[in-house]
C-alpha cells in the first residue's frame, strides 16, 4: 500500500460516506495544500460535542500539512438550515447571532489548530450581504426546482400539503455558494448535511472551479440514545461545561452509546474499544468512568478529569452530596415547584420543569414531588435535586 493510500485510509476511518474516493486521492497527491471547509452556523451560544466528530477529523487535515477554512455562517443563520426539519424553522434574531458567532472561534480552536498557516475563518454574511439581486438571481438559475424537490425533507413535506418557503430553497445553494467562493477542495458535513454538500458539486464547475471532494460525517446520538445531539432538544454536552457536569452527563448516556462515544470522540484504539465496551471484560460503570476522564481531559486537563471522577464517585456511589454545593436563595415562601425548579436554573421554563416533575425527577427535602401544583414551604436550608446531576442547597431570603 502507497503512502498516499495509508493516509487516505486514516482519514477515511470512522467517515460514513465520501464522495468521491479517487477525486480525494488525486488531490492529495498533487502534493498542494488542499483547503478544507467546514461551516457553521451560531443557531446557539456553544458548540456541544456533535460539532467535534467533524472537527477532529479536521485536525487530522491540519495535522498533514492542509488548511481548514471555518465558516461560520452568520448570514446563513438567518434562514436556518431546512436539513432534517419537517416545518419551516424561525427566523433568528440577529443581535443573537452575532453574540453566538463571537463564542464559536474560541470553542473550535480547542480542537483545532489556530495556526494561521492552518487556519482561515470566514464571516459569509461578507459576501452574500454584498450581492445584488442580479447576482442573487443568476446564482437561483444555476439549479432547477426539480433538483431542490429531490430533497428527502422537501419531498416528504409536499406530499402532506405543508408549506415550504422559497427561502429554504436558498439556504443549500448559499451554502453551496460558500464553497466557490473560499475555493473549497473538501467539505465536511454531518449526514443530514449531505444534499448541501453535494449541491456544492453541482455548483462549482459552473464558476469554472474543480468540485469539491465531500466527507459525510455521521451523527453523534445525544444523551436520550434516540435523538441526535442538540442544543435545542436539551440531550447535548456542551464543550464549556463545567468538568463536573460533563463527566457526570458522559456517565448518564446508555451503555449501546458507549461504542460509538469511544470511536467519535476519542483516540482510544478499535482494540482497546473493544475491551472497554465488552461487558465480559470491563463493567460499564468503569468503561463510563474511562470515557468521561477521556473527554473531560481533551477539554479541562489531566487534573480536572481526575477530580471530576472521584466528585461523580463522592457523590453518587458512596451517595453525598456535592462537595461544592449551590446555595440558592428565594424571596417567597410558600413557593410553586415549577417557580422554584425554574428560578434556581434546572430548567428554562415552566413547561420543562413540569416535565421534570411529571416524570417524578424532582425531589424536594426528602420528597419526590410529582404534582406540578405543589407549593413547598422554604422554611430552613432544604435540599432540592432534579435528575441525578442537579442538586442545590435551598434558603429563604
Not at 456541544?48 to 485536525?59: A, D, Q
Request: charged share 25%.
Amino acid at each position: 500500500m502507497s503512502q498516499n493510500d495509508q493516509i487516505i485510509e486514516v482519514l477515511l476511518d470512522g467517515v460514513e460516506s465520501v464522495y468521491v474516493r479517487g477525486e480525494l486521492a488525486k488531490k492529495l497527491a498533487s502534493g498542494r495544500q488542499l483547503r478544507i471547509k467546514f461551516g457553521m452556523d451560531p443557531t446557539a451560544p456553544d458548540i456541544h460535542l456533535g460539532h467535534t466528530v467533524p472537527m477532529r477529523k479536521l485536525r487530522q487535515f491540519q495535522d498533514l500539512g492542509h488548511l481548514v477554512v471555518l465558516i461560520i455562517g452568520d448570514y446563513t443563520a438567518r434562514i436556518g438550515d431546512p436539513s432534517g426539519r419537517d416545518t419551516t424553522r424561525p427566523i433568528l434574531d440577529e443581535g443573537q447571532i452575532k453574540a453566538n458567532a463571537k463564542t464559536y472561534f474560541d470553542q473550535a480552536t480547542q480542537i483545532l489548530d489556530p495556526d494561521k498557516a492552518k487556519l482561515e475563518v470566514h464571516y459569509n454574511s461578507h459576501w452574500l450581504n454584498e450581492m445584488n439581486f442580479a447576482q442573487v438571481l443568476g446564482l437561483t438559475g444555476q439549479v432547477t426546482v426539480q433538483q431542490m424537490l429531490h430533497r428527502d425533507n422537501f419531498k416528504k413535506r409536499m406530499a402532506e400539503d405543508r408549506e415550504i418557503m422559497v427561502s429554504e430553497f436558498m439556504y443549500p445553494l448559499m451554502q453551496a455558494y460558500d464553497s466557490v467562493v473560499v475555493k473549497a477542495d473538501v467539505e465536511f458535513g454531518g449526514s443530514d448535511q449531505t444534499f448541501n454538500c453535494l449541491m456544492a458539486r453541482d455548483l462549482m464547475p459552473k464558476y469554472g472551479l474543480e468540485k469539491q471532494v465531500v466527507f459525510i460525517m455521521p451523527m453523534l446520538v445525544g444523551l436520550d440514545g434516540q435523538e441526535k445531539m442538540s442544543k435545542s432538544i436539551g440531550n447535548y454536552i456542551g464543550v464549556t461545561d463545567e468538568p463536573n457536569d460533563m463527566f457526570g452527563k458522559i456517565m448518564s448516556i446508555p451503555d449501546s452509546l458507549m461504542a460509538e462515544y469511544y470511536r467519535l470522540l476519542t483516540d482510544f484504539p478499535l482494540h482497546r474499544i473493544s475491551e472497554l465496551v465488552d461487558s465480559d471484560r470491563t463493567h460499564p460503570r468503569d468503561a463510563k468512568d474511562t470515557l468521561g476522564h477521556a473527554i473531560v481531559e481533551q477539554y479541562h486537563g489531566e487534573n480536572a478529569a481526575g477530580m471530576a471522577s472521584k466528585e461523580f464517585r463522592r457523590q453518587f456511589s458512596e451517595n453525598k452530596l456535592p462537595s461544592d454545593i449551590e446555595v440558592k436563595v428565594v424571596d417567597t415562601s410558600p413557593i410553586g415547584i415549577l417557580t422554584l425548579i425554574t428560578k434556581v436554573g434546572f430548567a428554562s421554563s415552566n413547561s420543562e420543569a413540569r416535565r421534570l416533575v411529571q416524570q417524578g425527577a424532582v425531589v424536594f427535602d426528602n420528597c419526590k414531588l410529582t404534582d406540578p401544583t405543589a407549593q413547598v414551604d422554604v422554611s430552613a436550608q432544604q435540599i432540592l435535586k432534579v435528575g441525578k446531576r442537579r442538586v442545590c442547597r435551598v434558603e429563604r431570603n
